[in-house]
């Protein structure tokens, strides 16, 4: 996995890094993407550049805790990584990150957009329940955990569109959870080789498998095809609900996020034509295919549709109600003597005819994505 920037040395951690971070530190972010990972940079490319940098930090810090606790080997060494990880974010929540550029940049992202602490905290409990190997019995219990590992991305990327109204939050959350579920079909084959089962251990009797006992020798059956088909289609009924929150968010931003579900969702397309057989094979979307798909979210986008109004589901309502009982930002900068429109960054309002270079930028970025991949395939 790829590693963040170095953490400080103990003797480091009493300096106080500065409160606004620097352009060294957002470039810093942004290489994390560009080397992490090509399809979100790809994806980020539809974003307005007033929020890009935001979302990079967001991406970054992401990164870096999972890389802190997943670089650990055993649940004692994995147990004190999330204790660090605590304490970073104490530190950035008190205006005084580490001095490591993703802290700095994250740290400017809270201040800056005032996310409530209760999302980054669920985040990292999400990565507390993995170093732990928690295991998943109910459907329930695995959007519990979604709601923490990606959900929670969700909630935070709408804040950064400058968006709080509780729908959308809810639909954003949707998106997460049916993202997560897509990551969990797609990767059965390859969390069983490493010992790990995400997929609900209820269903899997209910289909006749007994869990542990498929653990010790993970082989694809017409059952277990039957269990990935079930969440399959609980990641499309959410993603069928998520996609009507994106009117919700500025013309700008609509894309990015259109994009983003409709490659995810592509993912679990690809499970399905395989005969659900994510046992012996990864699912993988060639970036040929990523591009066209791309390129018709972009203006799918753009089309008007209703919010659907539904509760968010059980198991992420706290992050909507995290955002919703927060303190308005506009109250205590007016208490600080702020105006009010300088309360909160304003919702980007990059006109939507710029959509067509975003397009054209990410289709070349998808063209040499397929040219390393085949590069990769061709010296492996």
């Given amino acids: 996995m790829l590693m963040s920037t170095p953490e400080p040395a103990p003797a480091d951690l009493s300096e106080s890094a500065p409160l606004s971070a620097s352009a060294e530190d957002a470039h810093a972010c942004r290489q994390l993407i560009r080397c992490g990972s090509l399809t979100f940079h790809a994806a980020s490319l539809f974003l307005p550049q007033d929020r890009r940098d935001p979302c ?17 080997e055993g649940a004692a060494a994995k147990a004190l990584g999330c204790k660090r990880l605590y304490e970073r974010l104490d530190r950035i929540y008190a205006g005084q990150p580490w001095a490591d550029p993703v802290d700095r940049a994250f740290a400017e992202m809270v201040r800056t957009h005032h996310m409530p602490r209760a999302l980054p905290e669920a985040l990292l409990e999400g990565m507390a329940w993995d170093a732990e190997s928690r295991q998943y019995e109910t459907i329930s219990d695995l959007r519990a955990y979604a709601a923490r590992v990606a959900a929670v991305v969700g909630a935070m990327m709408t804040l950064l569109m400058g968006v709080r109204d509780a729908q959308v939050l809810a639909r954003a959350c949707d998106l997460g959870v049916a993202m997560q579920l897509t990551n969990i079909c797609r990767d059965v084959g390859e969390d069983a080789r490493a010992g ?65 579900a409709v490659l995810y969702r592509a993912i679990g397309a690809e499970v399905r034509r395989a005969g659900y057989d994510s046992v012996s094979r990864r699912a993988y979307v060639s970036a040929r295919k990523k591009a066209v798909l791309a390129a018709r979210a972009a203006s799918a986008a753009l089309l008007p549709r ?75």
Avoid at 201 to 210: H, K, T, V
Avoid at 347 to 352: D, E, F, G, K, V
Avoid at 355 to 375: N, P, Y
Wanted: proline share 8%; with cysteine.
């Fill in 56 to 72: 990079y930090a967001l991406y970054a810090f992401c990164r870096m805790a999972d890389d802190a606790v997943d670089n650990e």
């Fill in 306 to 380: 209703r919010v659907d109004p539904a509760p968010a589901l059980d198991e992420t309502a706290f992050l909507v109600e995290a955002v919703v009982a927060a303190p308005l930002p506009e109250e205590r900068r007016l208490f600080e003597g702020v105006s009010a429109t300088e309360a909160l960054p304003l919702p980007s309002a990059t006109p939507w005819w710029r959509m067509g270079v975003r397009v054209a930028w990410t289709l070349d970025l998808f063209i040499e994505m397929d040219r390393r991949q085949q590069a990769e395939h061709f010296y492996a």
């Fill in 196 to 260: 790990r089962l995400f997929l609900p251990r209820a269903w899997m009797r209910e289909a006749g498998i007994d869990p542990d006992a498929w653990l010790a020798d993970p082989q694809l059956t017409p059952a277990l095809a039957g269990v990935v088909k079930r969440l399959l289609d609980e990641a499309d009924a959410l993603y069928d609900r998520a996609l009507t929150g994106i009117v919700g968010l500025p013309w700008g931003c609509r894309p990015a996020i259109q994009s983003a």
